[in-house]
């Protein structure tokens, strides 16, 4: 039964976010806004240690990551972009409905930490003033905003 708790919450003594001074350091962390820098450690610890290495499916979603870091969602869901827009993470699957009608965050990928296939890309190291790295947007179902059935 313990096998199956830590496997499901990761390491057994506890959840920790570990921020090296590496990325701390670099011009890409001190651009980025006061609430995607409070954001970042919330996702670190969603990451469950290397023994589960989960980096590239980590799921935290714009409501839960609002209500951790006590802010609007729209607060929240900026962070996100800005993170994804500097390079500290990396959308690796998007967002959707699920079939039972619950909706599925997106996984994301921590550049800072390796994933299982591979070693950690530090994209954020090859950040530069003006020259942001692309944002993942869903694609747009209704443009038009109308009920299709009533048109």
């Not at 799921?59 to 993170?83: I, K, N, P, W, Y």
Request: proline letters at 4%; charged letters at 20%.
């Amino acid at each position: 039964m313990a096998r199956k708790i830590s496997k499901f919450l990761g390491e057994p003594l506890g959840k920790c976010a570990i921020l090296p001074l590496t990325v701390l350091i670099t011009d890409a962390w001190h651009s980025l806004s006061s609430a995607a820098q409070a954001l970042f450690p919330w996702l670190i610890m969603e990451f469950k240690g290397v023994k589960f290495n989960n980096n590239g499916k980590i799921c935290l979603s714009v409501r839960q990551a609002a209500e951790r870091m006590g802010v609007a969602r729209d607060t929240a869901a900026r962070a996100f972009l800005d993170l994804q827009a500097k390079g500290f993470i990396v959308v690796r699957k998007g967002g959707s409905l699920g079939t039972e009608g619950h909706g599925k965050c997106p996984e994301y990928e921590i550049t800072s930490i390796a994933t299982p296939t591979g070693p950690a890309s530090h994209l954020y190291k090859e950040w530069s003033e003006g020259n942001d790295f692309t944002v993942f947007k869903h694609a747009v179902k209704n443009s038009k905003g109308k009920n299709k059935s009533l048109s």
